[in-house]
């Protein structure tokens, strides 16, 4: 199978770009902030403790999102191959054998992905460094380590990682009958009731600790700071995992109105996310991610900062770090969106092809795009929203005693422009190249 894994990933090289690419930038993301580890080994203790602050804190919620991304992108993939993990079966292929095709593939992918991360990551962990050196927070002199404390958290938490969410993914491909598989493109099963009760109890984590954040803290800090930060990403995971419901209740409440201003364009994108509510949900996710944790992250800075006239150590160590975990993972989740849509849309081919064949124009069949894509941005940048007010208002009761921060709303406005460009723009980027295809072509390829 391990052979076998190999000649699938050489004649299916495009297929893997999404795995290779969340992988790659999980791997770094990891890395970057385990190799502050390494570095605190050889400066003094104040530095040092910084620095191992910087690689708990940071790297803490790094290592939450980039697993929880990479699992979904994973599932995803996974789950459109079902009909070839069934085709493997009706030749003889044990489900056994059908995981350990997946998760062969799956750790080739990882381990290449981790050794090409390394040279970037050292770069980067350099470069924060510097960073930290300039700001104040460590003395200057020390000396960056990229050690084995970097690359056995960065390898060894991506390959872990990944190899678990490809097996989970494929053990659920592997018990799909090749008749189940060739209607799977009509199934909308609903939510297990493990994937509701582990969305609920991340909300209710998240909300936990906003509400730890405004009672029990006193006064701002790297403490509250962090567990304000828990809120909106804890949040925010939770609303992704709840993703299918999600969308089930927009379309439920804006399907009947979508139809009506639209045409037939708002017609075909209710009728096709009502059928694929889980392909749907799973461009929500990232979005989701995107939106919540750069608008969390971003405004408790900006409350901290007019709360804080005079600009303490301290508090200069707090938008450091909030700086740098807003830059490297805002940029990881809005790679994502792209990822994950780009992944989905191409996947859809030969869906665009058959709708062409029975009269659809290519100009509808992009109209229909544009609508699912606009609705998609939409629904996502509500609940990242909802997910980043989970932090902000309890932050913004305790240093200003304001249940409505009066910070600017540009910078809101900024991420919901980039969250809306990012996803319209990959969904329709992805759409036009779909439709180049012959549609004869499209169907039987």
Known sequence: MFFLALRSLRYRTGGFVASFLALFLGAFILMTFASMMDTAAGVDETSARTLNLVAAVVGGWGLII??????????????????????????????????????????????????????????????????????????????????????????????????????????????????????????????????????VLLLLAGLNCGVLTAT????????????????????????????????????????????????VGGYLTVLTVRQRTRQFADGLIAVILFTGIATGTLYLQAIENSANVVRAPEHQSIETLNFVVVGMIALFAAVMVINTLAAAITHRR????????????????????????????????????????????????????????????????????IAALLTLGTVLGAARRAIRIPAIQAVSG
């Open 66 to 199: 980039v697993a929880f991304a990479v699992g979904s992108t994973l599932t995803l993939l996974v789950r459109q191959r079902n009909r070839e993990m069934a085709l493997l079966r009706s030749i003889g292929a044990t489900p056994a054998q059908t995981v350990r095709l997946i998760a062969g593939e799956t750790a080739v992918i990882a381990a290449v992905a981790g050794l090409l991360a390394i040279v970037p990551a050292a770069f980067s962990g350099e470069v924060l460094l510097r960073l930290l050196i300039d700001t104040g927070q460590v003395a200057p002199g020390a000396e960056h380590r990229f050690g084995v404390l970097a690359l056995t958290i960065g390898l060894g938490i991506t390959l872990t990682a990944a190899v678990l969410a490809a097996v989970v993914a494929a053990r659920r491909a592997a018990v799909v009958s090749a008749r189940q598989a060739m209607l799977a493109v009509t199934a909308n099963p609903r939510m297990s009731r493990k994937r509701v009760v582990l969305g």
């Open 216 to 263: 029990v803290f006193k006064d701002g800090g790297l403490e509250v700071m962090a567990v304000a930060g828990q809120a909106v990403i804890l949040s925010s995971i939770g609303l992704a995992v709840l993703s299918p419901a999600l969308a089930r209740a927009v379309l439920a409440v804006v399907g009947t109105p979508v139809r009506t201003l639209t045409g």
């Open 350 to 417: 030969a869906e665009f092809g058959t709708q062409r064949l029975a009269g659809s124009t290519p100009p509808q069949v992009l109209g229909m795009v544009s609508v699912e894509g606009t609705l998609l941005a939409v629904t996502g940048i509500l609940f990242g929203s909802l997910a980043a007010v989970a932090a902000i208002v309890p932050y913004s009761i305790l240093r200003t005693g304001s249940v409505i921060p009066d910070q600017s709303p540009l910078i809101y406005g900024v991420i919901v422009a």
